[in-house]
């Protein structure tokens, strides 16, 4: 059984989708602490580590062979509690910094900007000793959209800042939440996002 740290209900059904259609019979629980991200981003992520480790080592408790955290801002601080629960605990953006990494240029769009130091930091670890161009921007206002859940409003800010990108050879979608802004998005440029990858790996992970 796979255990996901959300921050935000909206991802759940996302996940539970991705699953059907991609890993069928994978057992899933969800956990979503929101609270986790209001204090990531009012004290920064290592004010979370002990909340986190915390919902960690329940989700094993009660029966994950592996953790996947979807959220970007705190992901760093669930992957370093792994040794303290015991079962691998990813973070969703891993394989999409992997991905991201392997071209010279690469814009990073976020809707939190919280979210940025963290996603750039790890695109940077992906690549090694390679040196990509990163550059990331914020989506001006796609944050309170999404906290006032309009879901199609925030989506659509997202896909306008992914048209409006110039010199980028990917555009990183740094958050969960944005995945779908890549359908609406009418740009040539590869757009990745991290759910579908992210479940991918954590799926290994289990079965490994």
Do not use: N
Not at 39 to 68: F, I, M
Not at 132 to 140: D, F, Y
Not at 186 to 202: E, H, I, K, Y
Request: with cysteine; hydrophobic share 55%.
């Amino acid at each position: 059984m796979l255990a996901l740290l959300h921050t935000s209900p909206v991802h759940v059904p996302v996940f539970d989708a991705l699953r059907d259609r991609d890993h069928p019979g994978l057992g899933l629980r969800h956990v979503v602490d929101e609270e986790l991200l209001v204090r990531a981003v009012a004290e920064g992520p290592r004010a979370v580590a002990g909340a986190v480790e915390a919902a960690l080592a329940k989700a094993v408790a009660q029966g994950a062979h592996a953790v996947l955290c979807t959220c970007s801002t705190v992901g760093t601080v669930a992957e370093e509690c792994a040794g303290a629960v015991g079962v691998p605990v990813l973070r969703v953006d891993r394989p999409m910094a992997a991905a991201a990494a392997a071209h010279s240029s690469v814009a990073v769009l976020a809707a939190l900007a919280s979210t940025v130091e963290p996603t750039v930091a790890l695109i940077r670890q992906e690549a090694g000793e390679r040196t990509p161009r990163v550059r990331a921007h914020v989506v001006e206002g796609a944050w309170e959209l999404f906290e006032a859940g309009d879901q199609d409003g925030y989506l659509d800010a997202v896909a306008a800042a992914v048209d409006g990108v110039r010199d980028a050879e990917v555009i990183v979608l740094a958050q969960a939440s944005m995945a779908g802004a890549a359908a609406r998005a009418g740009t040539a440029v590869p757009v990745l996002a991290s759910p579908g990858p992210g479940l991918a790996a954590a799926a290994a992970a289990v079965h490994g």
